[in-house]
């Protein structure tokens, strides 16, 4: 069966190098001063992609992220794994998008690109961990979903059967297509770039991430595949009150780095005294109880 997958991913900052300039002044994550990294799970959720179209003959994986020009930078990595195309979603007006305005914007895409059978994300993004994502882009094209999958087993009489890791067990369900599936970290882990993939797309850009001085800018007109779809709010006929911060009813307050040093520290024997002080210490300062 050949099927149309679309992977979410995302470019986030990596979060454990956050600084005092971590924070814009409108509240919104300053990501030109963190290091980018592709958000983990994912990776899970394109290795997944990925394993769905070896075993099914004539597949494509399309990674569709949204971001500022340099997020291109994931659709090149899905392009080294073994990913088809990718979709930038790039537009000032996208910028400070929460939860509800990035899965409009994700969402508009999707119904842009088209007849999509399957659609991967992670299960959340480690710079906000909220987890919506995926649900509300799931909501808003009126598609089942399934969430903490670890493995997508099969795909056979239009159907996904998927196992899933829940509180106290795993699970295996089936979902007719289309679908959208989170995929938690649990999950396999992504496989290797390919040397030759590597090769092939190194130069592979949005227009709006070339300079127009490079060394191999003639290669665009050569080799199609090397220019990546570059989409804006009207590119997808999107909402501006719906995108960006006139689309997020949420604000980050702020974002610090928190961390954590024992002041004091006490040993204790398995001895009942020890125990019953230490419970009535936990107790005292309402630690428990």
């Not at 971590?22 to 509240?27: K, N, Q, R, V, W």
């Not at 394109?46 to 997020?71: C, F, I, W």
């Not at 999707?110 to 799931?138: E, F, H």
């Not at 928190?258 to 009942?272: H, N, R, Y």
Request: proline residues 5%; glycine residues 8%.
């Amino acid at each position: 069966m050949k099927l149309k997958i679309v992977v979410l991913a995302k470019q986030v900052p990596d979060t454990r190098n956050v600084g005092k300039d971590a924070m814009t002044a409108e509240g919104t994550v300053n990501r030109a001063v963190l290091p980018a990294i592709f958000n983990p799970e994912d990776l899970n959720a394109l290795e997944q992609a990925l394993r769905l179209k070896d075993q099914n003959p004539g597949s494509t994986v399309g990674v569709l992220t949204m971001g500022p020009p340099r997020a291109g930078e994931i659709i090149r990595q899905g392009l080294y794994r073994g990913a088809d195309t990718g979709w930038l979603l790039t537009d000032r007006k996208f910028a400070g998008a929460d939860t509800l305005a990035t899965s409009y914007a994700l969402s508009m895409a999707i119904r842009k690109i088209g007849d999509v059978d399957i659609i991967l994300g992670g299960r959340q993004a480690i710079d906000g961990d909220t987890a919506q994502v995926g649900p509300q882009v799931a909501q808003k094209l009126g598609l089942n979903q399934v969430t903490y999958a670890e493995e997508i087993l099969k795909i056979e009489d239009g159907k996904a059967t998927i196992r899933r890791h829940i509180d106290g067990g795993v699970e295996t369900v089936e979902a007719p297509l289309p679908v959208l599936i989170t995929v938690n970290g649990s999950a396999a882990p992504a496989r290797p770039c390919n040397a030759k993939l590597m090769m092939k797309y190194k130069y592979a850009t949005c227009p709006m991430e070339r300079k127009g001085d490079e060394p191999w800018s003639a290669l665009y007109e050569s080799r199609p595949y090397l220019t990546l779809n570059q989409w804006s709010v009207a590119d997808v006929n999107g909402d501006e009150a719906q995108c960006g911060l006139s689309g997020s009813p949420t604000k980050v307050k702020s974002v610090q780095n928190i961390v954590f040093q024992a002041k004091e520290s006490k040993t204790l024997t398995g001895s009942d005294a020890d125990i019953e002080s230490l419970m009535k210490e936990l107790i005292s300062e309402k630690i428990i109880g």
